[in-house]
T-cell receptor, first 117, second 114 residues
Framework: GAVVSQHPSWVICKSGTSVKIECRSL??????MFWYRQFPKQSLMLMAT?????????EQGVEKDKFLINHASLTLSTLTVTSAHPEDSSFYIC?????????????FGPGTRLTVT | AQSVAQPEDQVNVAEGNPLTVKCTYS??????LFWYVQYPNRGLQFLLK??????LVKGSYGFEAEFNKSQTSFHLKKPSALVSDSALYFC????????????FGAGTQVVVTP
């Protein structure tokens, strides 16, 4: 149980285009999801906290107009990178909290590798 | 604010030898501490957590960690390392806010040689 999926697992796009990444909790309801960004051989940087039915809370320094987050249902959150540029190339990872399993549990997706050319 | 430090970028150990990955933390209030492992191009896998109770926490794949409040440490240990344990390990502390955001350490690359 407690599986989180991401789609796509990797994507290549041209500079200036937008890319949408999906994060799904497959066997539980996730009222809260988190989006992270990871550069090669570096730690995870929290970008935003996504709550079902409300606006995402962005971390300081993260452009909310560039990284659009939508959490429309209890099992799906999406991250859209708008007008992508090469510096947006990164590994994006989502995680989800399962409140039914306890407030401490957070489950991670497998990540999405974004390459902007 | 909370923070996590992993002082070693890389740990090298021979297969069969004990493995230790160090982690120290700084947090106001009670610490909620976690260890995760990441394999190349993959998400994070949960290993273990300390919330309260016994200072020695046992987790997945034979790993364990000891919470030491006086030294503000939460070192990850495995008595006998395997080549398959070679991966990137992250220590994390949970924020005390209602959303439970995780603050990650920089990560420690573990290399286990045959």
């Amino acid at each position: 149980g407690a599986v989180v999926s991401q789609h796509p697992s990797w994507v290549i796009c041209k500079s200036g285009t937008s890319v949408k990444i999906e994060c799904r909790s497959l066997d539980f309801q996730a009222t809260t999801m988190f989006w992270y960004r990871q550069f090669p051989k570096q730690s995870l940087m929290l970008m935003a906290t996504s709550n079902e039915g409300s606006k995402a809370t962005y971390e300081q320094g993260v452009e909310k107009d560039k990284f659009l987050i939508n959490h429309a249902s209890l099992t799906l959150s999406t991250l859209t990178v708008t007008s992508a540029h090469p510096e947006d190339s990164s590994f994006y990872i989502c995680s989800a909290r399962d409140w039914d399993r306890g407030v401490h549990e957070q489950y991670f997706g497998p990540g999405t590798r974004l390459t902007v050319t | 604010a909370q923070s996590v430090a992993q002082p070693e970028d890389q740990v090298n150990v021979a297969e069969g030898n004990p493995l230790t990955v160090k982690c120290t933390y700084s947090v106001s209030g009670n610490p909620y501490l976690f260890w995760y492992v990441q394999y190349p191009n993959r998400g994070l896998q949960f290993l273990l957590k300390y919330i309260t109770g016994d200072n020695l926490v046992k987790g997945s794949y034979g790993f364990e960690a000891e919470f030491n409040k006086s030294q503000t440490s939460f070192h990850l240990k495995k008595p006998s390392a395997l080549v398959s344990d070679s991966a990137l390990y992250f220590c994390a502390v949970r924020a005390t806010d209602s959303w439970g955001k995780l603050q990650f350490g920089a990560g420690t690359q573990v290399v286990v040689t045959p």
